[in-house]
């Protein structure tokens, strides 16, 4: 499968994915690197990391795609986002990504950078929440007082939890 996405986009949700991915620790065997999923049908390809206890996950749309279905690459986090952060990424730059073989080959440009891929079987899956019942606040600014406990350091399990929309 080949894609092409926007360049500033790809290296951003590589950015906060790879600050997710652990580098040693407990989980680092089983969580290491970065999970990406391209879907054809869908036009999407999903950004997964987690250190076992924070996830993250970002769906990036994709601008043309050679192939069908879906496929699960696992990429060293360091060292992919390492790489891929250094092509340039000026408005309008694109980069395409694809499967050759047991490796990611990403072209940007005359730019080739070959990364080996990693097993993505032990990777752990993720328990999504239910969003269907947020709510919504308009006047954030107003409000973000009451919302002071979402950044406390304290450690204890959450017992909710905020979104934000970006909208005005």
Partial sequence: MKITLETATFIDSLRKAEAIAPKKGEFADTTYGIILEPNALEELLVAKATDGIFFYMESIPILSIEGNGSETWRVPSSVFYG??????????????????????????????????????????????????????????????????????????????????????
Avoid: H
């Fill in 83 to 168: 790489s891929v952060s250094k092509l340039p990424s000026k408005m309008g730059s694109q980069v395409t990504v694809e499967n050759e073989g047991n490796q990611i080959v990403v072209k940007s440009g005359r730019t080739v950078i070959k990364i080996p891929m990693m097993g993505w079987e032990t990777f752990p899956e993720f328990d999504f929440y239910d969003s269907s019942e947020f709510r919504e606040f308009t006047n954030i600014t107003g409000k973000s007082n009451k919302l002071k406990w979402a950044t406390s350091n304290i450690n204890s399990d959450p017992k909710s939890c905020v979104y934000v929309r970006g909208n005005k």
